[in-house]
């Protein structure tokens, strides 16, 4: 929590600076800039990890959790499959669960996989995925959102999860690793047919804002359609133009259904309920 800056909700990317002093840290334990990448970390790292993931000739990225956690998370697989990298050990690298689809979009998955020189496994996930997949695993590497704390190193401060999870990884596997902020894999996108069938009839175009409504705890953090609406119309009344806000709901009973309200002043509504995971990506792509 900050002590210094006013109160207030703000967002920043992740490569935005945030001074130290501005928020309670942890410190790194290093001056991460002065330490060249593959360099040994003046701490001690975690032998026993070192010494299993080194054995490895698979890795299982396994998350079945929520999502927004999973997203933010897959920067700790990312620490350490750049750790595999700068140690030579060679892997083959697999996703698992409802989310394998959108990891495979981050090209942290090998595709085609390589030869699996043998047959020890890391599961690296949420505590359901490692639940779920771990049972046979020789190291299991859980990324609980709620552990890593919020590290500091040459005066900034890391607040944001992908930073934590990155930061503690590299500080438990004892090497600089290459990651710099914002840290996070980006998702590639591609061609989409609802994406190519919403602009066809004319929803893709011009001021287009979109937002996710299906949360998975409703009564802490569910901002609601109604409130997403009057903030679309506060944003296209400023703009001087007209905005389609297209609302992600949660699951549809009967799958998917898209459905749309009459116009109003200054925006159209369109709802889609039960949008798979992976095609968000494309979908957001197009948003303004």
Not at 86 to 112: M, N
Request: aromatic share 6%; proline share 8%.
């Amino acid at each position: 929590m900050s002590s210094v800056a006013p109160p207030g909700v703000r967002f920043h990317h992740g490569s935005a600076v945030v001074p130290a002093g501005a928020v309670h840290t942890t410190p790194l334990g290093y001056d991460r800039g002065s330490v060249p990448i593959g360099a040994p970390l003046p701490l001690i790292a975690s032998a026993e990890l070192v010494h299993r993931l080194s054995g490895c000739g698979e890795v299982v990225v396994a998350f079945e959790g929520k999502l927004g956690d999973t997203l933010l998370a897959l920067t700790g697989v990312r620490a350490v499959l750049d750790w595999l990298r700068l140690r030579s050990v060679r892997t083959s690298v697999r996703a698992v669960g409802p989310y394998a689809g959108l990891i495979a979009r981050t090209g942290l998955v090998t595709q085609p996989p390589v030869t699996t020189p043998h047959g020890r496994r890391a599961v690296i996930g949420d505590r359901a995925g490692i639940e779920a997949h771990g049972s046979e695993a020789v190291v299991s590497l859980v990324l609980d959102p709620a552990a890593p704390p919020c590290w500091s190193s040459d005066g900034r401060a890391h607040p944001d999860l992908p930073a934590r999870h990155y930061l503690a990884l590299e500080r438990r596997l004892g090497i600089r690793l290459p990651g710099t902020a914002p840290f996070a894999p980006t998702l590639a996108t591609g061609p989409n047919n609802l994406v190519e069938e919403l602009r066809s009839v004319g929803w893709l175009g011009g001021l287009t804002i979109a937002a996710i409504t299906a949360t998975s705890w409703p009564e802490r953090k569910d901002y609601t359609a109604q409130r997403y609406i009057a903030l679309a119309e506060q944003i296209a009344e400023a703009q001087q133009a007209q905005a389609r806000l297209l609302l992600i709901g949660g699951a549809a009973e009967d799958g998917f259904s898209v459905s749309a309200e009459a116009p109003r002043r200054h925006v159209q509504v369109l709802y889609l309920d039960g949008v798979p995971a992976d095609q968000l990506a494309d979908l957001f792509r197009t948003a303004t």
